[in-house]
T-cell receptor, first 114, second 112 residues
Framework: NAGVMQNPRHLVRRRGQEARLRCSPM?????VYWYRQLPEEGLKFMVY????????ESGMPKERFSAEFPKEGPSILRIQQVVRGDSAAYFC????????????FGSGTQLSVL | RKEVEQDPGPFNVPEGATVAFNCTYS??????FFWYRQDCRKEPKLLMS???SGNEDGRFTAQLNRASQYISLLIRDSKLSDSATYLC?????????????FGQGTTLQVKP
């Protein structure tokens, strides 16, 4: 049973380009969370999705960032017109659903903006 | 005020030492509490859940004090392999959608 799969592991982009980060949850999990970890900081919640629905996007920047979790395929975190401040580790986590649950994290995508 | 606060450390201790980490949370309606471990900015991994009655897993003991909104983690007989960042994690109250809220982490370095 494969764990949470994220790709790419490392992504390099120049300022102004788009970054697309993918997350395939564990088999049987329909809830996905995205977190961002800036250098020397803790994990910050970005968005919580359930199949085809955004449940909570209170941590998403208002501009340039979007997320989706289609009926088929992985969840995608999309960052348009990247800036140097977007450089961070982006972690995806999944769960089967419900509250008070433990999350299983992917290995993360390290985004570097030149 | 941060929703979850931890002393970032670092805590430098010799092998065999006992070390304690503390964490406070601001939302009194928070429902679930965990300690996660993160090595070298890899993915966080669940260490243990935290219950009001306290719980123990080998050398690790977690305590929750709801009245003081305080969580602790005690590590006995520290090993070199315990060196990591320990993250205090809270799931919020009734208005929260169930997302985990992380503290900034406490770094532990166990030395020979």
């Amino acid at each position: 049973n494969a764990g949470v799969m994220q790709n790419p592991r490392h992504l390099v982009r120049r300022r102004g380009q788009e970054a697309r980060l993918r997350c395939s949850p564990m088999k049987g999990h329909s809830h996905v969370y995205w977190y961002r970890q800036l250098p020397e900081e803790g994990l910050k919640f970005m968005v919580y999705l359930q199949k085809e629905n955004i449940i909570d996007e209170s941590g998403m920047p208002k501009e340039r960032f979007s997320a989706e979790f289609p009926k088929e395929g992985p969840s995608i975190l999309r960052i348009q017109q990247v800036v140097r401040g977007d450089s961070a580790a982006y972690f995806c986590a999944s769960s089967p659903g419900g509250r008070n649950e433990k999350l299983f994290f992917g290995s993360g995508t390290q985004l570097s903006v030149l | 005020r941060k929703e979850v606060e931890q002393d970032p450390g670092p805590f430098n201790v010799p092998e065999g030492a006992t070390v304690a980490f503390n964490c406070t949370y601001s939302n009194s309606a928070s429902q679930s509490f965990f300690w996660y471990r993160q090595d070298c900015r890899k993915e966080p991994k669940l260490l243990m859940s935290v219950y009001s009655s306290g719980n123990e897993d080998g050398r690790f003991t977690a305590q929750l004090n709801r009245a003081s909104q305080y969580i602790s983690l005690l590590i006995r007989d520290s090993k070199l392999s315990d060196s990591a960042t320990y993250l205090c994690v809270v799931i919020g109250g009734s208005s929260n959608t169930g997302k985990l809220i992380f503290g900034q982490g406490t770094t532990l370095q166990v030395k020979p």
